[in-house]
Each structure stands twice: as structure tokens, then as C-alpha cells.
């Protein structure tokens, strides 16, 4: 990063658009969403694609990584908020009931609660 030189070039094969990034808390993998309804998370030292979350029906604005690194989150255009198991590429749990596109989402530093914003 002190050089400013490009290290690595991420090139998914079907988000056309990329909404938002998030590296993990040991900074080991990234995590990226965007209009293809997935999340995408690679491993940054291989530059491989680790995991495909998918199980969003519309657009996925934002991301977050659990303060474990074991969990994300993700912001839906459809009102939800999914939490996702890393290791098992599943959703752990749906937060539904928002009228309008969910467009932030974080969890607290003990990764207890998700604070969610939408529009």
C-alpha cells in the first residue's frame, strides 16, 4: 500500500455492478456485493473466489462481517437483511419486515446485534 502499486485485481464473473466491499476481521478475505443477487467473498492472498452467497432475491447493497469473521451480513433491495454462515454458505436468518430497500447494515463490536437502515 506504501507504494500505491495495484497487487491484485478481483474480477468477478457475473456482478455487473459492485455495490460495496468488506474485508474480514483478519483481513484474510473479502467479501463483495452488487446487482447479481449474491455475495461474493475471495481469498485475498490467492485472489480465488472462496464462496458464493446466494439467496438474495434483488440487489445487494452492503456488507459486514461478524467482529469473528465467521458470520456476514447483507443488505437487500427487496427489505431484508440476511446473515449468512461463512463455512456453510447458508443463511443463517432473514430480518424481514422493512417496506423500503435495505441499503446499510453492521454488526456491534460483540456481534450481538445488527443495526439496519433502509429508505
Known amino acids: 500500500m506504501a507504494s500505491g502499486a495495484l497487487l491484485e485485481t478481483l474480477v468477478p464473473d457475473q456482478i ?4 460495496d466491499v468488506d474485508w474480514s476481521p483478519d483481513g484474510a478475505s473479502l467479501a463483495a456485493v452488487g446487482q447479481d ?3 461474493r467473498v475471495w481469498d485475498v492472498a490467492s485472489g480465488r473466489l472462496q ?3 446466494v439467496g438474495n432475491t434483488s440487489a445487494v447493497f452492503a456488507a459486514d462481517w461478524s467482529p469473528d469473521g465467521s458470520r456476514l451480513v447483507s443488505a437487500g ?4 437483511a440476511r446473515v449468512w454462515a461463512i463455512d456453510r454458505a447458508v443463511p443463517l436468518m432473514t430480518l424481514a419486515g422493512h417496506d423500503t430497500p ?3 447494515v453492521a454488526f ?6 445488527i443495526p439496519v437502515h433502509w429508505t
Open 16 to 19: 455487473f455492478q459492485i455495490n
Open 37 to 39: 443477487l449474491s455475495v
Open 51 to 53: 464462496s458464493s452467497l
Open 77 to 80: 433491495n427487496d427489505g431484508t
Open 102 to 104: 435495505v441499503t446499510a
Open 108 to 113: 456491534s463490536p460483540d456481534g450481538g446485534r
